[in-house]
């Protein structure tokens, strides 16, 4: 199993992708820590993966953009496994508008969820690995990384700046045996997503349906959206891949709608 043992936390991860992350984490034998802003729905996730696949796991209520809420998880972490093996950053919220409408507070909220909570996730977990010698961080980018869309510029801003942030923790980290990398999904059919539907229908003044067809899926090569169990797999990919070889990197899953 390529992740038997190992300690790993999954932000927001109580639905959505991170939810498929750390069910598929644990499907190799990972133990995981289910991190997510609703503290219920966090424990029932844990409680439903121990009675799945035989691992332990724990609901950790954790507001990635609090310093003490995020330290405190990661201690609760250490303290029932005795390390941390891997993280993944993944918590993340959608707002849409043109810029000029866009308010600053929702600005400032979607790059402190994004960025912030990487930046203090890594921090907090980037200790314990050193002391291992042995650590993968993964971040949850998106095409958005590579690209822009019209409506997202806090969102694109944000997860451009996961690349720079992943990068920076790969040279740092690459000979104490810590690995960073950023998975970049295309558009993925989870709530984030759904709501994001009718917004971009009404900014946009097309309809929903021309907004999966043409906005969503319309670069792509077979007009499908990204799921998150491909999501999972490529987490599982980067957390299993244990050489340097792998550093620093970025993978774009999207059928095709981003090529580099």
Known sequence: MKLKDKACIVTGAASGIGNA???RFASEGGKVAI????????????DEIKAKYGVDALGIAMDVTSEDQVNAGVAQVIE??????VLVSNAGIQIVNPVENFAYADWKKMLAIHLDGAFLTSKACLPHMYAKGAGTVLLMGSVH???????KSAYVTAKHGLLGLARVIAKEG???GVRANVICPGFVRTPLVDKQIPEQAKELGISEDEVVKRVMLGQTVDGEFTTVDDIAEVALFFAGFETNALNGQSLVASHGWFME
Do not use: M, Y
């Open 145 to 151: 990384s590579k690209e822009a869309s019209p409506l």
């Open 80 to 85: 029932a496994w005795g390390g941390v093996d």
């Open 35 to 46: 991190a997510d802003l609703n503290a219920e729905a966090s424990q029932k996730a844990a």
């Open 21 to 23: 992350i750390a069910k």
């Open 174 to 176: 690459g000979k104490k």
